[in-house]
C-alpha cells in the first residue's frame, strides 16, 4: 500500500500569507495527486487534481504542484475562508490513501 | 444542480448490519465511478471502497474487505454500502463521492463531487 504524509500537521498563519503544504507518497505515484479542502462539519472540495491542475469554480491562489513522491500545495495569498483543513490523496493504485491531513489556522 | 445525498446511517449494535445510500442527480450516474469515504469523530479522511461506473470493478480498504460491499444500480442512479459485522471501529461519518472519471485510477481522478454525509455509530 502507498503511505501518504503531509507536512505540517498544522500551521498558524495570517491572511495575506503565502502558505505551502507537502505531501510525500511512499512510492512514486507519477502526478497521480488530488488536495482536498475541508471545514469543520462539512463534506471535503476538491482544489487540485493531477497534481497541479485547478478544479473548476477553484480560486487561483491555490495551486499545486510535484511529481514522484514529493507534492506541494500552494496558497499565494491566504484568506479568511481558507482556514481549514487540507488532505493530499494519490490515485494511482487501491487502496487509495489520503495523507493525515494540515489544519492551517488563525494566528 | 449536481447533487449526491447520502441515508441509511444510524446507530447499530456491534455485529450489526447496515445498508447506505447515495441518490444522484444532476449528472449521467452511469458515466462515472463512484466511492465511500468515511470519517471517524475528530479523525482524517479514511477512503472504505470505490466501484466502476459499469460496476463491474470493486475496490475496498483492507479495513473493511470481507465485511462490506459496495454496488450501485445505474437505472435508479444510486449508490449503496451494505456494512456487516460492523465495528466500534467503524463509527464514522460516511460520504459518497463521485469520480471526476469512469476509472478509480487514473492522475485526474480526483472525486469532485461529495455528499452531506451519514453518521454510523457502532455502539451497544
Known amino acids: 500500500d502507498i503511505q501518504m504524509t503531509q507536512s505540517p500537521s498544522s500551521l498558524s498563519a495570517s491572511v495575506g500569507d503565502r502558505v505551502t503544504i507537502t505531501c510525500r507518497a511512499s512510492?512514486?505515484?507519477?502526478?497521480?495527486l488530488n488536495w482536498y479542502q475541508q471545514k469543520p462539519g462539512k463534506a471535503p472540495k476538491l482544489l487540485i487534481y493531477?497534481?497541479?491542475s485547478l478544479q473548476s469554480g477553484v480560486p487561483s491562489r491555490f495551486s499545486g504542484s510535484g511529481s514522484g513522491t514529493d507534492f506541494t500545495l500552494t496558497i499565494s495569498s491566504l484568506q479568511p475562508e481558507d482556514f481549514a483543513t487540507y488532505y493530499c490523496?494519490?490515485?494511482?493504485?487501491?487502496?487509495?490513501?489520503f495523507g493525515p491531513g494540515t489544519k492551517v489556522d488563525i494566528k | 444542480e449536481v447533487q449526491l445525498l447520502e441515508s441509511g446511517g444510524g446507530l447499530v449494535q456491534p455485529g450489526g448490519s447496515l445498508r447506505l445510500s447515495c441518490a444522484a442527480s444532476?449528472?449521467?450516474?452511469?458515466?462515472?465511478?463512484m466511492s465511500w469515504v468515511r470519517q471517524a469523530p475528530g479523525k482524517g479522511l479514511e477512503w472504505v471502497s470505490a466501484?466502476?461506473?459499469?460496476?463491474?470493478?470493486?475496490y475496498y480498504a483492507d479495513s473493511v474487505k470481507g465485511r462490506f460491499t459496495i454496488s450501485r444500480d445505474n437505472s435508479k442512479n444510486t449508490l449503496y454500502l451494505q456494512m456487516n459485522s460492523l465495528r466500534a471501529d467503524d463509527t464514522a461519518v460516511y460520504y459518497c463521492?463521485?469520480?471526476?472519471?469512469?476509472?478509480?485510477?487514473?492522475?485526474?481522478?480526483?472525486?469532485?463531487?461529495w455528499g452531506q454525509g451519514t453518521t454510523v455509530t457502532v455502539s451497544s
Open positions: 490523496q494519490q490515485t494511482f493504485s487501491t487502496p487509495l490513501t
Open positions: 463521492a463521485k469520480f471526476r472519471s469512469s476509472q478509480i485510477s487514473c492522475y485526474y481522478c480526483g472525486m469532485d463531487v
Open positions: 444532476g449528472f449521467t450516474f452511469s458515466s462515472y465511478a
Open positions: 493531477a497534481a497541479s
Open positions: 512510492q512514486s505515484i507519477s502526478n497521480y
Open positions: 466501484i466502476s461506473s459499469s460496476g463491474h470493478s470493486t
